[in-house]
């Protein structure tokens, strides 16, 4: 298998397109969680209404259940 992906790296790595996106992916993906940190840290309205859709952790009673 790791055979296989050397043949592979060894085709891709020379393509323009694949540095490219690459590159654009190392930069956009942490500045969508700075940015989603940030709007979570200074928006609050915005953080109670995801805070609204977390899920239940395991062994507690859903809120408002007769537990």
């Not at 996106?21 to 953080?47: C, D, H, M, R, Y």
Request: glycine share 6%.
């Amino acid at each position: 298998m790791t055979e296989l992906l050397k043949i592979e790296w060894l085709k891709v790595k020379a393509y323009r397109t694949f540095w490219l996106l690459s590159g654009l992916f190392l930069i956009i993906v942490p500045l969508i969680l700075w940015t989603w940190e940030l709007i979570l840290k200074n928006n609050s309205q915005i953080a109670a209404f995801l805070g609204t859709f977390s899920f239940l952790k395991p062994g507690k009673p859903p809120p408002g259940s007769a537990a």
